[in-house]
């Protein structure tokens, strides 16, 4: 007996066992959203329509840049103070809005956005770091919001100013703080255009060339 306990001694590792050391785990990634009616007031229970994804690179055309992988989509809702969050899935890093609705009411878009998808009148796309993905960035804030206009059906008051929200850095590393901008081309309220051809006809008229959305 004493034998067997001097060799199960034997068999410990001095200094005892270590604590096997872990990466922290990274930091979720946080979309902060707002919505406002015409008159610039919040508006509750309206459905946003996001799709997540991975940017990763593209493995059809090398050197295209990155693509869009593990696509998802879901939806978050607005509080009674027309806020949102959206919380991307654990090593997503791009941020598609798809659709923002509620009854009676017209998401408001600025048509005239075309690229980069980081531009001040894009309320569409956001791109955050990611394994493949160091610049551009966006960088959210809580206390400045992405805005998301609706307007309410029928009404004649002009629509609300749409904002990105957060800050946007480029690869030289300069910051830009997203404020609120006046939609040359807006898809609802008075005088906006309500078909393809017509909204296509806005946008050559500002020297740009349609794409494909």
Request: net charge positive; charged share 25%.
């Amino acid at each position: 007996m004493v034998l067997c306990g001097l060799l199960c001694l034997a068999c410990k590792p001095r200094g005892g066992v270590k604590a096997t050391s872990r990466a922290a785990p990274a930091p979720p990634v946080l979309f902060f959203g707002h919505v406002v009616d015409q008159d610039g007031r919040p508006v509750d229970g309206v459905e946003v329509v996001v799709r997540t994804a991975e940017l990763t690179p593209n493995q059809v055309m090398v050197g295209a840049g990155n693509v869009p992988s593990d696509a998802r989509t879901f939806s978050v809702y607005t509080n009674d103070r027309g806020d949102f969050l959206v919380n991307l899935p654990m090593g997503q890093n791009d941020l598609e809005i798809q659709d923002v609705r509620k009854e009676d009411y017209d998401w408001v878009k600025d048509w005239a956005w075309q690229i980069p998808a980081h531009r001040k009148e894009n309320t569409l796309a956001f791109q955050f770091p990611g394994r493949f993905v160091k610049c551009p960035i966006y960088v959210p804030d809580a206390k400045n919001p992405a805005i998301l206009p609706l307007q309410r059906q029928g009404s004649g008051r002009p629509v609300a100013h749409p904002s990105r929200g957060g800050a946007d850095v480029d690869c030289s590393g300069r910051r830009v703080v997203n404020g609120p901008v006046i939609p040359t081309i807006p898809s609802a309220g008075p005088g906006a255009p309500r078909t393809q051809e017509e909204i296509e006809a806005a946008i050559r008229a500002r020297g740009e060339t349609p794409r494909k959305r």
